[in-house]
């Protein structure tokens, strides 16, 4: 019953964040998706207690074409460029425990009962993605591009 609740607990965020999914996304240059969300986006609070408590993010890229997948470390603030895709990476935010609710985007706990990161995906010069990954529910808001699947597997501790 508790595990129930937990995972009650950890899913409401996502469905609030799903209000916006039913439609179709809007296709940004380069086959990716673009995140448009109506309204003024959230505001993201980093709580003082998590403060330089996270360095990388580790992401997982899988070629669609071959099925090869490798894993990679994307440092907090940082370019990192996918290799053999002229995609690069940005993690703009860690969060160990996200949570939405009021216009602001935070984590609840030093936890990482439900791991978040935000995102942006350049192809070139040209942004096409920026939105929230997760750990737990690798299929909300997924980046989708025609020739690979990029996931956030892990936070990395500092």
Do not use: Y
């Not at 998706?33 to 992401?59: H, L, M, Y």
Request: glycine share 12%; charged share 15%.
């Amino acid at each position: 019953m508790k595990g129930a609740i937990r995972l009650l607990m950890c899913s409401l965020p996502l469905l609030m964040l799903a209000g916006g999914c039913g439609s179709e996304p809007e296709k940004a240059a380069g086959g990716g998706t673009a995140s448009a969300q109506p309204g003024p986006e959230p505001k993201v609070v980093v709580p003082p207690s998590q403060a330089g408590k996270w360095k990388a993010a580790k992401i997982s890229v899988q070629d669609k074409a071959s099925g090869r997948t490798f894993t990679q470390e994307v440092a907090l603030g940082a370019d990192a460029p996918v290799p053999g895709t002229g995609l690069t990476i940005r993690v703009e935010a860690v969060l160990p425990d996200f949570t939405m609710g009021g216009g602001v985007i935070t984590s609840r706990s030093d936890n990482p009962a439900n791991p978040a990161a935000q995102v942006q995906v350049t192809e070139g010069a040209q942004p096409v993605f920026r939105g929230w990954m997760f750990t737990l529910f690798p299929e909300a808001h997924p980046f989708v591009h025609p020739r690979v699947l990029i996931r956030l597997v892990a936070l990395i501790p500092a």
